[in-house]
């Protein structure tokens, strides 16, 4: 669990179809939808994730990597006119 925009919310790991992996939080106490935390980003490895950590999902980043589930960022791709962190995810999260 991790606490997100005033949320205590439980991280589900899943894919974007059969590709990308996506984390979804969801509030614990109704189970409705608080945050996707990841882009469906071009150019990802099967075992990576691209964070989204800007408009409504800022400082998504600095939740994951301080609870554990991402490890620090590897490296950076540009969507649109944002640039994203790309991490993997620790072994306590992977699918």
């Given at each position: ?42 150019g ?5 994730v691209?964070i ?44």
């Amino acid at each position: 669990m991790v606490g997100f925009g005033g949320y205590i919310c439980d991280v589900i790991i899943q894919r974007y179809g059969t590709s990308n992996l996506a984390i979804r939080l969801l509030d614990v106490e109704d189970g409705m939808p608080v945050a996707v935390a990841t882009l469906n980003a071009n150019g990802l490895e099967l075992d990576e994730v691209a964070i989204k950590n800007y408009s409504e999902n800022e400082g998504m980043y600095e939740t994951l990597l301080e609870n554990g589930i991402i490890h620090p960022k590897h490296r950076e791709i540009s969507i649109g006119y944002v640039t994203v962190p790309v991490c993997k995810l620790t072994e306590y999260y992977t699918l």
